[in-house]
């Protein structure tokens, strides 16, 4: 039994998603995302003018007649939402909470893809995969997800981010538009990410905090990894650290960026400090603008 308190966050955060996802919001993810495949629906015999790159030379060969294929454009998409519940995501440094910023996007997503009619599914994971929602449509669905994204007390501190990935690429053979969704303070394979980027379209976004990046004078502070408890202790005074501080976590975010693009997936970078809508909303124009510009 939910309390009352629980019950108004989930209808907060309900009414604040499906107020962000405007008409304005789910023109640029329908553009963004229109045009995403196409399904085999038929063979049929080969007549003048059509596509000669659409004969299937197997049946061709096989029956001594042309033959083709014929797809039909895919309509409904399925959007699964990767999310990590970790412990490194409640840190709270210049910006909001993480696990807030994470659960604000994964419902803006839910409303814009049931909006668009398309269905919408949930994993969570730390350390474990603790929860899966099966893709579904509908209003009471993204209520549904929203509850447990709000509701899941998370049983694992830390982040397998290689045991999430494999569980979903074992689970899900269809594609699908999945995000992933963490601070990605964990190590992965490359090559895992390449996978699921072959058999799915995968967006990576990265949930970070300024705080994270820049060190500010504070003299000597006590750091704590919320995952493995692990506590270290660091002179902010000293600006050799402080630089050296930077140049760490702008490498790290540099080759994060690289990582991804090699995998064949799309990095989305989500700052703790900004709007989520209009860190989405400039993310899907600038994604609609290079699909044109690859026309």
Not at 66 to 76: G, I, L, M, Q, S
């Amino acid at each position: 039994m939910l309390s009352a308190d629980v019950i108004a966050k989930i209808r907060l955060l309900e009414l604040k998603a499906d107020h962000l996802a405007s008409d304005m919001l789910l023109g640029d993810y329908v553009s963004a995302f229109k045009g995403r495949g196409w399904d085999f629906e038929e063979l049929r015999e080969y007549v003048p003018g059509d596509d000669l790159r659409s004969i299937d030379w197997n049946v061709t060969a096989r029956t001594s007649t042309p033959f083709v294929k014929v797809y039909r454009e895919e309509r409904d998409m399925t959007v699964m939402l990767l999310l990590d519940v970790s412990s490194s995501l409640y840190f709270t440094g210049q910006g909001r909470p993480k696990h807030e910023i994470a659960a604000e996007f994964a419902a803006v997503l839910a409303f814009l893809a049931t909006r668009h009619k398309d269905k919408v599914g949930l994993l969570l994971f730390s350390e474990t995969v603790e929860h899966f929602t099966p893709p579904s449509k509908g209003r009471k669905h993204v209520w549904d997800i929203i509850r447990r994204v709000l509701t899941h007390k998370a049983v694992g501190q830390g982040t397998d981010l290689e045991g999430a990935l494999r569980y979903f690429l074992n689970i899900r053979k269809k594609r699908a538009l999945v995000f992933l969704i963490s601070d990605y303070y964990a190590a992965y394979k490359p090559s895992l990410l390449r996978q699921l980027a072959s058999r799915h379209e995968l967006i990576c976004a990265r949930i970070q905090d300024e705080a994270e990046t820049v060190l500010p004078r504070a003299g000597i502070v006590a750091m704590q990894d919320k995952e493995s408890s692990e506590k270290i202790y660091v002179d902010t005074d000293d600006s050799s650290v402080r630089e050296a501080w930077a140049q760490k976590q702008a490498s790290t975010m540099e080759s994060w960026t690289q990582n991804v693009r090699a995998a064949g997936a799309t990095p989305l970078v989500l700052p703790t400090n900004l709007s989520v809508a209009e860190t989405l909303q400039r993310f899907l124009r600038q994604r609609d603008a290079r699909r044109r510009s690859q026309r």
